[in-house]
């Protein structure tokens, strides 16, 4: 067989896409787009995007060519946002607009935002008036809002109207919606006053108004509200697509399912760069450059650096007391290290309760109560472990120097875990920046202090 034959594929994604690969690579270097065609014939449209992905924007650019033109819209849209952006930089106008006039109103929205300004002064001549009125609009949307990511591909529907009219008014509007399997019904001045669904409309019978099969409860987002906020109304109602509406209460667009799963996927990526003090990357970390990840990293390392010579001033004032007791040195990394894992879990979990909702600010007392308590349990629970190490290795009076330290360091660990989040909340800062290095080089510094401090006491050391 030459390496153009095709081979069965196994049903799997991996195995899919390496022939695609393959078949891809074999064109690009002689042209012969046989087994192209057929390979791409079988092809999802999201599996050929992330083959594209894969490779320059020049040789992408060449590849989509060779894709028949009824597609090239739908796998332009599953590529990555810079992909997108660097093939638009290097496709003439004509066929950039051919696949922007064919993407869904919200993708191509996106790609239009993330061009220079140049480059849509290029574009939008080419484009139909309407396409650039809905261009221009959506785009005016500020990013991070509900409008930024909805779409104005939608079907609406007269509340006057009977099941079968309109079953016929959604076969005309539904080659241009995004979906059609809830609709909205609108009143004359276009606010949404209920919801129908497909399914209700195909099992009644014909002259069924669909006032009495529309939910008159309509659950929706003003254009201006957070994405967020878009993203969890449709999580928590289990909606297909949500009703976005401008100030005077009018249908402007929906949210569907899958931007909001979009939404949450960076939503959930920027949170955990922060619990890790990192800020977003312009690229995915596989095209990322050394440059720009020692960026992205060296700020946060650096000031924590500072952060711990607290730890040392600390350790330097009980030298005497780390003099008469070496023993003590040995239970240092143990009791810190617990401090600054008690703490990262109790802001892995403040951080998330926060970010869902599922705590706001009014509940600190009683989410500090009840840390408390979890707090001063676990640090008894982990003393009783640790003292039996201490009787061993140092005696009694060592024992009870790292029990008691242990159960100290592990409530202040838990307490700055929960606590500084609602600070940073309250501050209107991200609570994701109370990460676990923060958290960490908080508690270490304490614990330090409550350790040493400890001993000095008990130890009769204080001379």
Same mark, same amino acid.
């Given at each position: ?90 496709? /003439? &106008?004509?066929?950039? #607009?051919?696949?922007?006039? @064919?993407?869904?109103?919200? *993708? %191509?929205? !996106? $790609?239009?935002?993330?061009? /220079? &300004?140049?480059?849509? #002064?290029?574009?939008?001549? @080419?484009?139909?008036?309407? *396409? %650039?009125? !809905? $261009? ?328």
């Amino acid at each position: 067989m030459t390496k153009h034959t095709i081979h069965q594929t196994t049903g799997t994604l991996d195995a899919g896409t390496l022939t695609l690969e393959r078949a891809l690579a074999d064109w690009l270097a002689d042209g012969r787009n046989a087994a192209l065609d057929a390979v791409v014939a079988r092809s999802h449209d999201a599996d050929i995007a992330q083959t594209l992905n894969l490779l320059t924007p020049a040789d992408a650019v060449r590849s989509l060519r060779a894709i028949a033109q009824e597609r090239q819209a739908r796998v332009f849209g599953y590529l990555d946002a810079r992909q997108q952006t660097a093939m638009a930089g290097l496709m /003439e &106008r004509g066929a950039l #607009a051919a696949i922007v006039s @064919a993407m869904s109103h919200d *993708e %191509r929205t !996106d $790609l239009f935002k993330a061009l /220079e &300004r140049d480059e849509q #002064a290029h574009l939008l001549p @080419a484009l139909a008036e309407a *396409e %650039r009125e !809905d $261009l221009n609009r959506l785009a005016a949307y500020a990013e991070g809002t509900a409008g930024s990511i909805m779409t104005s591909d939608y079907a609406v529907l007269a509340p006057d109207l009977t099941a079968g009219q309109a079953l016929d008014a959604l076969r005309m509007q539904a080659p241009g919606s995004e979906t059609i399997y809830e609709v909205c019904v609108v009143d004359a001045q276009a606010r949404p006053i209920g919801t129908v669904e497909l399914r209700d409309l195909v099992l009644a019978m014909p002259q069924m108004p669909i006032a009495r099969l529309m939910h008159g409860f309509v659950v929706s987002v003003p254009a201006t509200a957070p994405r967020e906020e878009a993203a969890r109304q449709i999580a928590r109602y289990d909606l297909i697509a949500l009703p976005v509406i401008d100030e005077m209460g009018r249908l402007v667009g929906i949210v569907t399912q899958d931007d909001a799963m979009d939404v949450v996927e960076e939503e959930a990526t920027e949170d955990f760069h922060r619990v890790g003090t990192v800020p977003n990357l312009s690229a995915s970390l596989r095209e990322a450059g050394i440059g720009m990840l020692y960026r992205a990293r060296i700020t946060w390392l650096i000031l924590l650096v500072f952060g711990n010579i607290l730890s040392g001033l600390g350790i330097a004032y009980f030298e005497d007391t780390i003099s008469a007791y070496v023993v003590l040195v040995f239970f240092l990394p143990l009791l810190i290290g617990s401090g600054g894992n008690a703490g990262s879990q109790s802001a892995t979990l403040m951080v998330r309760a926060l970010a869902t909702g599922d705590v706001r600010f009014s509940d600190f007392g009683r989410m500090l109560s009840r840390e408390i308590v979890v707090a001063v349990s676990l640090g008894l629970t982990m003393a009783v472990a640790v003292s039996v190490l201490g009787a061993v290795r140092g005696g009694a009076e060592v024992a009870l120097v790292v029990a008691l330290a242990m159960t100290l360091i592990v409530m202040i660990g838990s307490l700055v875990g929960m606590t500084l989040p609602f600070l940073l909340q309250r501050f209107r800062l991200d609570p994701a920046t109370a990460s676990a290095p923060l958290v960490t080089s908080i508690t270490d510094a304490a614990g330090v202090l409550v350790y040493f401090g400890i001993a000095t006491a008990l130890l009769n050391l204080g001379g």
